[in-house]
């Protein structure tokens, strides 16, 4: 990595302290990556992102002592758009990697990843990539709607809540993710660049994201809370 | 307290003495007033709406028609005559034990019940009377002393049954028992039995709407036939034709009887298979029949006949279900079996007394006992419904559970074979003063990679074996590239795999993983090449290395992941074919049967034999 390229300055958030402990340890090994504050809890991360900032990648866990990971996740997709987070979890299954997609993480790191993985993950997020699983991926599929015979969704208006759907595109990515197949032969199947097929990728993520809020705020509506 | 119980004592001796007192006053007055039995009367016929003035010939009641006046079809007018000394002291009653269709009573020029209708030739039935009997107030107003006349107007179709029955006029407290004991049985029963049968269908069909089977469906079917059937006697003023309501009647007997018998046939376990079908032909040969004949014979005032006879297959029908049910309960000999048993025989023996009354072969005077002998019937049949759903319900429950039990057995068998025994390695390895920590970590590392296996694994709504093998490639690419080794994907596309579940999915992925860690460890390969295929109907999956190649007869390393593999792919009824490639290296291929993992029993026994740690 050139020392011209600014630090990825990372905040992690992990109440196990032996594990808090590696991470700290494998970020500080790594060229190119600063490490901006570790916390424990929530309130010690809030704490933290008040007196240190906003970091460039978030890594968390999401069942903390003082409550759910998510939250904070949400927080900083609300006040910090830029920043990205990524979820720990031991075994990268679904109920908690789609419940942290809908809060806005952009991907999770297995707690078992070798030093090489952690890194490379926090420098793929922090580009804008986002690492994508076929068991994921199938889900998804599953979750959205399926796409409309429109290539593209008309736009969401001011004021407008209603759910985004997949365009046909992204549903054929998602497809082929889900069939075992790398990004970049899913490009190669779809005649597109890498890069295209990351850019959706990270798309479908802002809408399962962007949809996890219209519905919060659709059931406030029904239950009466928002008027 | 003494004082008090005597007075109690005293007050109810006199108000017992009241009561005898006035009973004996109106025991008194009944004796006084008149009772009288006509066993003779007079009897024309006429289609006068007031009491013709000649042709009138004596006749004894009770009269039958059938019997008396073959063939008639049409109206009869009754006469008695009767004198009186004198003014009845009190209000009296007219009690007729039976009306078959319709009739109207007249005393002294007055009509008694102007309510009732006649029907009319080729016009709408009138009042339908079906057989009730009559208990009907006669003010001391309406009787004269000296000459006195009563003259009843009667419809009749022909029929056994038509005719008029005892005629009595008295004291109502006198007249009311012998009435109650027809109206109860006549027309109170018959009347809850609608209530009940309604009740039924409503629940019967409430269940179906829930478990969709056709049993619950064929119960609601034969309680509303059933209730349709007497509330069509019941109701009167149905604005239908006699000949309509004739053949409505005749459509919905077929239909109960066959839904009934159906019903009986399914509640008995009779070796009679050829009954069903008797019962299914006969009752379409049946309607098939009624229709003919209505629109060969459909304006005949002789329908009714013509329709008795296509009826009559179904005697044989209930014969044939009777001994099919005295047979069942004589092997069984159960409570509900006889109860069963008797409800049947009571209920086919009112329909026999019933057809006996309208063939003229018995006399039409006692009660019919069909509609209020169904009740018990009706309530037996509720009985084993109810029953039924409730050892249904407790059937499913017990399904449930042993289906969570099952899985969850299934889980921890998993959990045992694979990341359980990789656990108890490590630890035994790191408890050794000389344990190799590259070992414990190797198969910590392995535990953890089965229990990604097994989640995945669980997974498998869609039996979408590639999606997991996708995913195992997913997770495996970053480890083996860190090792220096390329993982190759050849997966065009192998769909669905039929039968894929939890557990062979799994059994899949751990060849595949055992497979892949065979070839890391021991053939130190540049290249590792998972394809997928499908073969004959089944499919293969192949892992090939470019390696240096091992020993697949080696007893430890290599051979022992082997046999682990054979094991997993025998409970799978699959196999596993090791072979050298030209090039040097080594590819393993699973031939997986176009059902995989049917044969459940097996793969269970051997994994209960399977060696648990190596």
Same mark, same amino acid.
């Given at each position: 990595?050139?020392?011209?390229?600014? #630090?990825?300055?990372?905040?992690?958030?992990?109440?196990?302290?032996?594990?808090?402990?590696?991470?700290?340890?494998?970020?500080?090994?790594?060229?190119?990556?600063?490490?901006?504050?570790?916390?424990?809890?929530?309130?010690?991360?809030?704490?933290?992102?008040?007196?240190?900032?906003?970091?460039?990648?978030?890594?968390?866990?999401?069942?903390?002592?003082?409550?759910?990971?998510?939250?904070?996740?949400?927080?900083?997709?609300?006040?910090?758009?830029?920043?990205?987070?990524?979820?720990?979890?031991?075994?990268?299954?679904?109920?908690?990697?789609?419940?942290?997609?809908?809060?806005?993480?952009?991907?999770?790191? #297995?707690?078992?990843?070798?030093?090489?993985?952690?890194?490379?993950?926090?420098?793929?997020?922090?580009?804008?990539?986002?690492?994508?699983?076929?068991?994921?991926?199938?889900?998804?599929?599953?979750?959205?709607?399926?796409?409309?015979?429109?290539?593209?969704?008309?736009?969401?208006?001011?004021?407008?809540?209603?759910?985004?759907?997949?365009?046909?595109?992204?549903?054929?990515?998602?497809? #082929?993710?889900?069939?075992?197949?790398?990004?970049?032969?899913?490009?190669?199947?779809?005649? #597109?660049?890498?890069?295209?097929?990351?850019?959706?990728?990270?798309?479908?993520?802002?809408?399962?994201?962007?949809?996890?809020?219209?519905?919060?705020?659709?059931?406030?509506?029904?239950?009466?809370?928002?008027? | 307290?003494?004082?008090?119980?005597?007075?109690?004592? *005293?007050?109810?001796?006199?108000?017992?003495?009241?009561?005898?007192?006035?009973? &004996?006053?109106?025991?008194?007055?009944?004796?006084?007033?008149?009772?009288?039995?006509?066993?003779?009367?007079?009897?024309?016929?006429?289609?006068?709406?007031?009491?013709?003035?000649?042709?009138?010939?004596?006749?004894?009641?009770?009269?039958?028609?059938? +019997?008396? +006046?073959?063939?008639?079809?049409?109206?009869?007018?009754?006469?008695?005559?009767?004198?009186?000394?004198?003014?009845?002291?009190?209000?009296?009653?007219?009690?007729?034990?039976?009306?078959?269709?319709?009739?109207?009573?007249?005393?002294?020029?007055?009509?008694?019940?102007? @309510? &009732?209708?006649?029907?009319?030739?080729?016009?709408?039935?009138?009042?339908?009377?079906?057989?009730?009997?009559?208990?009907?107030?006669?003010?001391?107003?309406?009787?004269?002393?000296?000459?006195?006349?009563?003259?009843?107007?009667?419809?009749?179709?022909?029929?056994?049954?038509?005719?008029?029955?005892?005629?009595?006029?008295?004291?109502?407290?006198?007249?009311? %028992?012998?009435?109650?004991?027809?109206?109860?049985?006549?027309?109170?029963?018959?009347?809850?039995?609608?209530?009940?049968?309604?009740?039924?269908?409503? !629940?019967?069909?409430?269940?179906?709407?829930?478990?969709?089977?056709?049993?619950?469906? =064929? !119960?609601?079917?034969?309680?509303?036939?059933?209730?349709?059937?007497?509330?069509?006697?019941?109701?009167?003023?149905?604005?239908?034709?006699?000949?309509?309501?004739?053949?409505?009647?005749?459509?919905?007997?077929?239909?109960?009887?066959?839904?009934?018998?159906?019903?009986?046939?399914?509640?008995?376990?009779?070796?009679?298979?050829?009954?069903?079908?008797?019962?299914?032909?006969?009752?379409?040969?049946?309607?098939?029949?009624?229709?003919?004949?209505?629109?060969?014979?459909?304006?005949?005032?002789?329908?009714?006949?013509?329709?008795?006879?296509?009826?009559?297959?179904?005697?044989?029908?209930?014969?044939?279900?009777? %001994?099919?049910?005295?047979?069942?309960?004589?092997?069984?000999?159960?409570?509900?079996? !006889?109860?069963?048993?008797?409800?049947?025989?009571?209920?086919?023996?009112?329909?026999?007394?019933?057809?006996?009354?309208?063939?003229?072969?018995?006399? +039409?005077?006692?009660?019919?006992?069909?509609?209020?002998?169904?009740?018990?019937?009706?309530?037996?049949?509720? !009985?084993?419904?109810?029953?039924?759903?409730?050892?249904?319900? @407790?059937?499913?429950?017990?399904?449930?559970?042993?289906?969570?039990?099952?899985?969850?057995?299934?889980?921890?068998?998993?959990? =045992?074979?694979?990341?359980?025994?990789?656990?108890?390695?490590?630890?035994?390895?790191?408890?050794? @003063?000389?344990?190799?920590? &590259?070992?414990?970590?190797?198969?910590?590392?392995?535990?953890?990679?089965?229990?990604?296996?097994?989640?995945?694994?669980?997974?498998?709504?869609?039996?979408?074996?590639?999606?997991?093998?996708?995913?195992?490639?997913?997770?495996?690419?970053?480890?083996?590239?860190?090792?220096? *080794?390329?993982?190759?994907?050849?997966?065009?596309?192998?769909?669905?795999?039929?039968?894929?579940?939890?557990?062979?999915?799994?059994?899949?992925?751990?060849?595949?993983? @055992?497979?892949?860690?065979?070839?890391?460890?021991?053939?130190?390969?540049?290249?590792?090449?998972?394809?997928?295929?499908?073969?004959?109907?089944?499919?293969?999956?192949?892992?090939?290395?470019?390696?240096?190649?091992?020993?697949?007869?080696?007893?430890?390393?290599?051979?022992?992941?082997?046999?682990?593999?054979?094991?997993?792919?025998?409970?799978?009824?699959?196999?596993?074919?090791?072979?050298?490639?030209?090039?040097?290296?080594?590819? %393993?291929?699973?031939?997986?049967?176009?059902?995989?993992?049917?044969?459940?029993?097996?793969?269970?026994?051997?994994?209960?034999?399977?060696?648990?740690?190596?």
């Amino acid at each position: 990595m050139p020392q011209s390229e600014p #630090l990825i300055s990372v905040l992690v958030v992990e109440d196990d302290e032996a594990m808090r402990g590696e991470f700290v340890t494998m970020i500080d090994a790594a060229p190119g990556i600063a490490l901006l504050a570790a916390a424990g809890s929530l309130s010690a991360a809030r704490a933290a992102l008040a007196a240190h900032g906003t970091p460039d990648v978030l890594i968390i866990d999401l069942g903390l002592p003082d409550g759910d990971g998510t939250a904070l996740i949400s927080e900083l997709a609300a006040t910090a758009p830029a920043a990205s987070a990524l979820v720990i979890t031991v075994l990268g299954d679904e109920r908690h990697v789609v419940s942290a997609l809908e809060a806005g993480a952009k991907g999770y790191l #297995l707690k078992d990843a070798t030093p090489d993985e952690f890194v490379r993950s926090i420098r793929l997020v922090h580009e804008g990539g986002s690492p994508l699983s076929p068991k994921i991926a199938r889900h998804l599929l599953k979750r959205f709607a399926l796409p409309q015979t429109e290539a593209c969704p008309p736009p969401l208006a001011q004021g407008d809540v209603r759910v985004e759907h997949l365009t046909a595109r992204e549903a054929e990515i998602l497809s #082929l993710i889900a069939q075992g197949n790398t990004v970049a032969e899913t490009a190669g199947a779809l005649h #597109l660049s890498p890069h295209t097929v990351v850019a959706h990728v990270k798309r479908i993520y802002d809408k399962l994201a962007v949809n996890n809020r219209v519905q919060a705020v659709n059931r406030a509506r029904a239950t009466g809370q928002i008027k | 307290m003494w004082h008090q119980g005597r007075a109690r004592l *005293i007050a109810g001796c006199v108000a017992i003495l009241g009561v005898l007192l006035s009973m &004996a006053a109106s025991a008194q007055l009944a004796t006084l007033a008149p009772d009288l039995r006509f066993d003779q009367a007079e009897f024309v016929v006429s289609n006068d709406e007031v009491p013709p003035q000649s042709g009138w010939r004596p006749q004894a009641l009770p009269d039958s028609w059938l +019997h008396n +006046h073959p063939g008639l079809a049409g109206i009869g007018w009754y006469r008695m005559r009767f004198k009186l000394d004198a003014m009845p002291p009190q209000a009296m009653a007219l009690f007729v034990s039976r009306v078959a269709v319709t009739g109207q009573f007249w005393l002294n020029g007055s009509v008694l019940n102007p @309510e &009732a209708r006649f029907t009319p030739p080729g016009g709408l039935i009138g009042s339908q009377m079906t057989n009730q009997s009559y208990l009907i107030t006669l003010p001391t107003g309406l009787f004269r002393v000296g000459d006195n006349v009563l003259y009843i107007r009667v419809q009749g179709y022909a029929v056994g049954g038509d005719g008029l029955s005892v005629v009595r006029i008295g004291s109502i407290e006198r007249l009311r %028992v012998p009435w109650l004991v027809r109206e109860i049985p006549q027309r109170i029963i018959p009347q809850a039995l609608i209530v009940l049968l309604a009740c039924a269908s409503v !629940f019967g069909l409430a269940l179906w709407w829930r478990t969709r089977r056709a049993g619950d469906l =064929h !119960f609601t079917a034969a309680m509303a036939l059933w209730a349709g059937l007497l509330s069509v006697y019941l109701f009167p003023d149905l604005p239908l034709t006699r000949n309509g309501l004739v053949i409505i009647l005749t459509l919905l007997l077929i239909t109960l009887y066959w839904a009934l018998l159906s019903l009986f046939y399914r509640y008995c376990n009779t070796p009679w298979l050829w009954y069903p079908r008797l019962l299914n032909i006969s009752s379409a040969l049946m309607v098939l029949a009624t229709l003919v004949i209505v629109l060969l014979k459909g304006t005949s005032v002789h329908l009714s006949q013509y329709l008795a006879l296509v009826l009559a297959p179904t005697v044989i029908l209930r014969v044939l279900s009777t %001994v099919m049910l005295v047979q069942w309960a004589w092997r069984e000999r159960l409570l509900r079996v !006889f109860a069963l048993m008797a409800a049947e025989l009571l209920w086919f023996g009112g329909s026999l007394q019933l057809i006996a009354i309208l063939a003229g072969w018995l006399p +039409h005077e006692p009660f019919w006992i069909e509609q209020a002998g169904s009740l018990p019937l009706f309530l037996v049949l509720l !009985f084993f419904f109810i029953e039924r759903v409730v050892r249904d319900r @407790e059937q499913a429950a017990r399904e449930q559970q042993a289906a969570i039990g099952a899985e969850r057995a299934r889980i921890l068998q998993d959990m =045992h074979d694979g990341m359980g025994s990789q656990l108890i390695t490590a630890l035994r390895m790191a408890q050794r @003063e000389d344990g190799d920590r &590259a070992v414990v970590a190797q198969s910590i590392e392995e535990a953890l990679q089965d229990l990604r296996l097994i989640i995945d694994s669980l997974d498998v709504a869609d039996q979408d074996l590639l999606s997991l093998l996708g995913n195992l490639r997913y997770r495996l690419t970053p480890r083996l590239a860190a090792l220096g *080794i390329r993982l190759d994907w050849e997966a065009p596309s192998l769909t669905e795999l039929a039968g894929l579940t939890p557990r062979s999915a799994l059994g899949v992925l751990r060849i595949v993983q @055992e497979a892949l860690n065979n070839a890391v460890k021991h053939a130190r390969p540049t290249v590792i090449t998972v394809s997928t295929a499908r073969r004959d109907g089944g499919a293969v999956i192949g892992v090939a290395d470019n390696g240096i190649g091992f020993d697949p007869d080696a007893t430890g390393g290599a051979g022992r992941g082997l046999s682990s593999m054979r094991k997993r792919a025998q409970q799978l009824g699959a196999t596993v074919l090791v072979e050298r490639r030209d090039g040097g290296g080594t590819c %393993v291929s699973l031939l997986l049967p176009p059902a995989v993992g049917r044969r459940p029993q097996i793969a269970d026994g051997m994994s209960a034999n399977a060696p648990q740690n190596g």
